[in-house]
Protein backbone atom coordinates (compact mmCIF):
# COMPACT_ATOMS: atom_id res chain seq x y z
CA UNK A 1 0.00 0.00 0.00
CA UNK A 2 1.51 3.21 -1.11
CA UNK A 3 0.55 7.02 0.74
CA UNK A 4 -2.58 7.47 -1.31
CA UNK A 5 -4.34 4.44 -0.22
CA UNK A 6 -3.12 5.02 3.34
CA UNK A 7 -4.69 8.73 2.70
CA UNK A 8 -8.00 7.42 0.92
CA UNK A 9 -8.48 4.73 3.71
CA UNK A 10 -8.01 7.54 6.56
CA UNK A 11 -10.51 9.31 4.84
CA UNK A 12 -12.39 6.60 4.51
CA UNK A 13 -12.81 5.60 8.34
CA UNK A 14 -12.83 9.41 9.02
CA UNK A 15 -15.75 10.46 7.88
CA UNK A 16 -18.35 8.05 8.85
CA UNK A 17 -16.17 8.63 12.49
CA UNK A 18 -16.38 12.56 12.29
CA UNK A 19 -19.92 12.08 10.96
CA UNK A 20 -20.99 10.02 14.12
CA UNK A 21 -19.34 12.66 16.32
CA UNK A 22 -21.00 15.93 15.11
CA UNK A 23 -24.19 13.77 15.48
CA UNK A 24 -23.52 12.97 18.92
CA UNK A 25 -22.41 16.47 20.29
CA UNK A 26 -25.69 17.98 18.30
CA UNK A 27 -27.63 15.51 20.26
CA UNK A 28 -26.13 16.54 23.48
CA UNK A 29 -26.23 19.86 23.13
CA UNK A 30 -29.95 19.73 21.74
CA UNK A 31 -30.52 17.43 25.29
CA UNK A 32 -28.82 20.69 27.16
CA UNK A 33 -30.79 22.68 25.65
CA UNK A 34 -33.94 21.34 26.27
CA UNK A 35 -32.75 20.71 30.06
CA UNK A 36 -31.64 24.55 30.53
CA UNK A 37 -35.18 25.46 29.29
CA UNK A 38 -37.01 23.08 31.69
CA UNK A 39 -34.90 24.45 34.32
CA UNK A 40 -35.60 27.86 33.49
CA UNK A 41 -39.32 27.13 32.63
CA UNK A 42 -39.54 25.18 36.95
CA UNK A 43 -37.87 28.32 37.93
CA UNK A 44 -39.95 30.76 36.56
CA UNK A 45 -42.95 28.76 37.95
CA UNK A 46 -41.34 28.57 41.30
CA UNK A 47 -40.80 32.36 41.49
CA UNK A 48 -44.17 32.80 40.41
CA UNK A 49 -45.25 30.76 43.44
CA UNK A 50 -43.21 32.74 45.34
CA UNK A 51 -44.91 35.93 44.38
CA UNK A 52 -47.95 34.87 44.70
CA UNK A 53 -47.21 34.04 48.10
CA UNK A 54 -45.39 37.15 49.20
CA UNK A 55 -48.36 39.24 48.45
CA UNK A 56 -50.68 36.84 50.60
CA UNK A 57 -48.38 37.52 53.16
CA UNK A 58 -48.42 41.34 52.85
CA UNK A 59 -51.93 41.25 52.27
CA UNK A 60 -52.34 38.87 55.66
CA UNK A 61 -49.86 41.20 57.57
CA UNK A 62 -51.57 44.55 56.21
CA UNK A 63 -55.20 42.93 57.43
CA UNK A 64 -54.01 42.93 60.82
CA UNK A 65 -51.92 46.29 60.78
CA UNK A 66 -55.01 47.74 59.88
CA UNK A 67 -56.67 45.73 63.11
CA UNK A 68 -54.21 46.69 65.64
CA UNK A 69 -56.11 49.99 66.55
CA UNK A 70 -59.04 48.15 67.13
CA UNK A 71 -57.12 45.53 69.40
CA UNK A 72 -56.17 49.04 72.13
CA UNK A 73 -59.38 50.55 71.27
CA UNK A 74 -60.43 50.73 75.19
CA UNK A 75 -63.37 53.04 74.77
CA UNK A 76 -65.06 50.70 72.58
CA UNK A 77 -65.76 53.12 69.75
CA UNK A 78 -65.28 51.40 66.95
CA UNK A 79 -65.97 47.75 66.10
CA UNK A 80 -63.09 45.25 64.91
CA UNK A 81 -63.85 44.67 61.05
CA UNK A 82 -63.40 41.06 59.79
CA UNK A 83 -60.96 39.85 57.46
CA UNK A 84 -61.38 41.14 53.75
CA UNK A 85 -62.55 38.71 51.15
CA UNK A 86 -60.22 37.06 49.24
CA UNK A 87 -57.63 36.67 52.23
CA UNK A 88 -56.04 33.73 52.29
CA UNK A 89 -56.32 31.24 55.39
CA UNK A 90 -54.18 31.77 57.63
CA UNK A 91 -53.24 28.14 58.24
CA UNK A 92 -52.85 27.76 54.21
CA UNK A 93 -50.44 30.46 54.24
CA UNK A 94 -48.39 29.43 57.57
CA UNK A 95 -48.05 25.63 55.50
CA UNK A 96 -47.25 27.39 51.97
CA UNK A 97 -44.62 29.54 53.76
CA UNK A 98 -42.68 26.78 55.21
CA UNK A 99 -43.10 25.33 52.01
CA UNK A 100 -41.81 27.87 49.29
CA UNK A 101 -40.18 30.70 51.18
CA UNK A 102 -36.45 31.07 51.72
CA UNK A 103 -35.37 30.66 55.56
CA UNK A 104 -34.70 34.40 56.69
CA UNK A 105 -38.33 34.98 55.65
CA UNK A 106 -39.87 31.65 56.89
CA UNK A 107 -38.06 33.06 60.17
CA UNK A 108 -39.71 36.57 59.85
CA UNK A 109 -42.88 34.92 59.43
CA UNK A 110 -42.69 32.35 62.74
CA UNK A 111 -41.73 35.30 64.54
CA UNK A 112 -44.47 37.55 63.88
CA UNK A 113 -47.22 34.68 63.72
CA UNK A 114 -46.17 33.87 67.37
CA UNK A 115 -46.19 37.37 68.33
CA UNK A 116 -49.73 37.44 66.74
CA UNK A 117 -50.71 34.11 68.71
CA UNK A 118 -49.88 35.99 71.70
CA UNK A 119 -51.60 39.03 71.36
CA UNK A 120 -54.79 36.75 70.51
CA UNK A 121 -54.25 34.61 73.54
CA UNK A 122 -53.60 37.87 76.11
CA UNK A 123 -56.80 39.17 74.50
CA UNK A 124 -59.27 36.10 75.33
CA UNK A 125 -57.40 35.31 78.43
CA UNK A 126 -55.68 38.31 79.85
CA UNK A 127 -56.76 41.83 78.60
CA UNK A 128 -55.45 45.22 80.29
CA UNK A 129 -59.60 45.50 80.24
CA UNK A 130 -63.08 45.45 78.79
CA UNK A 131 -64.24 47.86 76.63
CA UNK A 132 -67.89 49.65 77.37
CA UNK A 133 -69.28 47.05 75.55
CA UNK A 134 -67.96 44.05 76.56
CA UNK A 135 -65.13 43.51 74.56
CA UNK A 136 -61.43 43.04 75.80
CA UNK A 137 -58.96 45.55 74.89
CA UNK A 138 -55.20 45.51 74.85
CA UNK A 139 -52.41 48.61 75.73
CA UNK A 140 -51.13 49.63 72.74
CA UNK A 141 -47.77 49.67 74.73
CA UNK A 142 -48.40 46.88 76.56
CA UNK A 143 -45.42 44.15 75.57
CA UNK A 144 -47.85 41.91 73.49
CA UNK A 145 -49.16 44.64 71.03
CA UNK A 146 -45.54 45.90 71.16
CA UNK A 147 -44.29 42.49 69.98
CA UNK A 148 -46.27 41.97 67.88
CA UNK A 149 -45.72 45.32 66.13
CA UNK A 150 -42.26 44.81 66.33
CA UNK A 151 -42.65 41.61 64.07
CA UNK A 152 -44.63 42.89 61.59
CA UNK A 153 -42.06 45.75 60.73
CA UNK A 154 -39.74 43.41 60.51
CA UNK A 155 -41.70 40.95 58.04
CA UNK A 156 -42.60 43.84 56.03
CA UNK A 157 -38.96 44.44 56.15
CA UNK A 158 -37.81 40.94 55.35
CA UNK A 159 -40.71 40.60 51.91
CA UNK A 160 -39.57 44.17 50.30
CA UNK A 161 -36.10 42.61 50.56
CA UNK A 162 -37.24 39.44 49.18
CA UNK A 163 -39.02 40.21 46.23
CA UNK A 164 -36.32 42.79 45.45
CA UNK A 165 -33.61 40.25 45.48
CA UNK A 166 -36.19 38.05 43.63
CA UNK A 167 -36.90 41.02 41.02
CA UNK A 168 -32.82 41.50 40.38
CA UNK A 169 -32.42 37.64 39.58
CA UNK A 170 -31.26 36.56 42.69
CA UNK A 171 -31.62 33.31 44.85
CA UNK A 172 -33.54 34.81 47.87
CA UNK A 173 -31.44 34.64 51.11
CA UNK A 174 -33.75 36.68 53.59
Not at 45 to 63: C, F, K, S, V
Not at 72 to 85: I, N, Q
Not at 94 to 109: E, F, K, S, T
Amino acid sequence: MDASDWITLGAVIATPVTAALSIIFTHRGSLRLQRDRHNHERQQRLTGRRMTLYIDMAEYARDLEARLPYMADEMGVESTPGPPEGLVNEFRLDARVQVIAPPGLVDAWTAFRTADKRVQWEGLEHPDGIDPYGQPYLKWDGPALTQLRSTLSALQASLRETVQSEERGEAPSV
